[in-house]
């Protein structure tokens, strides 16, 4: 169905009208000129982040459900490096003519269901028109308690550096999304081709099969068996809350947390910068998965090096007192990759084979 | 200076550098996952626009400048719209490879005045890159105390019906705006016409002076004397923080409260239908400026109907209880319009003659 068939206001009912408010923080939601919100005793915690297409996200192989997922996942994760609670989100969203009302549709699905995971209320937002692509900007309202929140900037020498999961995999899932998409086109492009010399040729029997296997081409699958753990990592990421959960049950208390969005090496200098200190941390610790490093392997990739400046991983990276050491140690999903230095030594990686490099924020730039 | 030279991080520090924080309510602004918030005696109200380029706003007309000052503007006047004061805005922009690191800093010199001007703290954002325009979202956060939040909901028959300032002046301001739009371009048109034919003739003096002539229109300046308050109205609207004081100061307490973005009727029918009543409201009443008045003459067109369908003229509607009569009659800057009836009577417009007319929510649908 056509947007414009509905309006605005049809279209805002039709989308909001399965919403169910769920959080004692909220008082009012989507209807009026603002959503009236409640937070007597903690702190308020707010984050938001814009999604452009082309830029952010590829619709050829990201479907719009999956878009509303991960544009509200990548925002509570934001609250959550903060050590708090998301508690309601706000969801502005800008589409052109070729979009429906069942794409927006499944745009809310998939934010639902991520609000759903964390007991999040969608609370308002603007639904607009665009001349081009997709644009999408989500804000995520939180809370924590004052002496709960975790900055960027308590991060203190001896120190231990964690990360939660593994990294690089969500870079290295892009890598295989697009280097599909170009054998996609590649086989089309070759098919139109014979086509075109087939039509020169006049040979009505190689036009009918090439057109045969130009529309069975809308069905091409890419073969991702075996990979399926990297592409989940891209499509479908998920904030660490069950990380922020399992800290609080060990009485940890990160010095200071930030999350993996831009590669390990451009965080970590943001919180060096940030605590004014420097760090050492371990090649050997990186966490990788396997799918990930046989993925580099065949991209003929560093592995490390997709970690490092890779991106969009959503994972936790803290620092926590050396006395926590142990009850660290053993906690699953949550890895020891070095430590805080003083500020003069630099932000340095040692390699496996001892050598030094000095940490670089070569991270994702959408401003490049 | 190209944007992609100072990099993500580096854009960022240089626009808000100069960002201080001045509320009460603002624990931590720009450069964590999150903002800090505190808010232990109030409520939380949250609101968020898109602006998208060639829907919302066109840069042949509309500078930077004026376009972050009513960026921020329309934002705070949902949250004055509640019967709140707007205290933190976060900011969301998206821009292609044509804007520069001035035009970015003119668009945050407007946002900070408008931001000035209120009292409002800048406390994050996300800047990043578009692939074809300009988009912006911005998020406003404001507090009110729970008992003095004015929704759309509590109109009750017999109240009377108010706007602040006048209406349909920004409406017809960019109906200019566009005209002489129109014009230049026409101009424009003609000369390249007319130097073209002097090529095909090889008239040497025509050519040069029809050169001349075209980089002469870069300087085109139309005239817009007598006009002015039309332009402020489009490119420079104002929130209405005046007009909650004054009622504030006069100890009214409005019924239902909005502000008047999509024009007159499609927000009376707004108000109407969420609190289950009618209305009738006086073409004679509604406050109209003198220059609107000219200039729908000028373009042929009903100033009423550029008042109830227009928009964007960032007017408060409220109902007030009949009570309160009086006390509204003497204020500046406020005019009674009609008044709240039973549901069944309908939204109903009494023209000068007498007529009645049923509301009909034409406003500026940007989906269709």
């Not at 068939?5 to 939601?29: A, P, V, Y």
């Not at 809310?108 to 209320?121: E, P, T």
């Not at 200098?269 to 371990?282: N, P, V």
């Not at 660290?328 to 890895?335: C, L, Q, V």
Request: charged share 25%; with cysteine.
């Amino acid at each position: 169905m056509e947007i414009s068939k509905l309006g605005e206001f049809g279209l805002i009912d039709r989308l909001t009208k399965n919403i169910k408010l769920t959080n004692k923080t909220t008082i009012k939601g989507v209807g009026d000129d603002s959503a009236i919100l409640h937070y007597p005793d903690t702190e308020v915690l707010v984050t938001s982040d814009m999604l452009m297409e082309g830029i952010h996200f590829d619709l050829t192989y990201m479907d719009m459900y999956h878009l509303g997922y991960k544009a509200a996942m990548v925002n509570m994760s934001d609250i959550f490096a903060m050590n708090g609670t998301p508690r309601q989100l706000i969801v502005n969203i800008a589409l052109s003519k070729r979009f429906t009302v069942e794409d927006l549709e499944e745009f809310y699905r998939g934010l639902q269901q991520a609000c759903d995971k964390w007991n999040v209320d969608i609370v308002g937002g603007d639904t607009s028109a665009s001349y081009t692509g997709l644009a999408i900007s989500i804000t995520c309202i939180g809370d924590a308690r004052k002496e709960e929140i975790v900055c960027r900037n308590g991060a203190k020498e001896t120190d231990l550096i964690c990360v939660s999961g593994d990294l690089g995999a969500a870079y290295l899932g892009l890598q295989l999304l697009e280097r599909e998409k170009t054998v996609y086109y590649q086989q089309v492009e070759d098919i139109q081709k014979r086509l075109r010399k087939a039509q020169a040729d006049g040979n009505a029997q190689h036009i009918a099969a090439l057109n045969d296997e130009l529309s069975r081409m809308k069905d091409f699958q890419p073969d991702f068996a075996g990979k399926e753990y990297l592409l989940d990592r891209q499509l479908k990421p998920e904030a660490r809350g069950d990380i922020i959960a399992q800290l609080r049950d060990a009485n940890i208390h990160p010095t200071s947390m930030m999350d993996i969005s831009d590669g390990l090496s451009s965080e970590l200098l943001h919180i060096c910068k940030q605590s004014g200190c420097g760090c050492r941390i371990y090649e050997k610790n990186i966490p990788i998965d396997y799918q990930a490093a046989v993925m580099a392997e065949e991209f003929n990739m560093n592995v490390i090096t997709c970690a490092l400046n890779g991106g969009e991983d959503y994972e936790l990276l803290f620092t926590v007192p050396i006395g926590d050491h142990e009850k660290i140690e053993g906690m699953e999903n949550i890895k020891q990759i070095g430590y805080i230095t003083k500020e003069d030594l630099g932000a340095m990686l040692i390699t496996r084979d001892g050598q030094e490099f000095a940490l670089q924020a070569q991270g994702w730039n959408p401003l490049k």
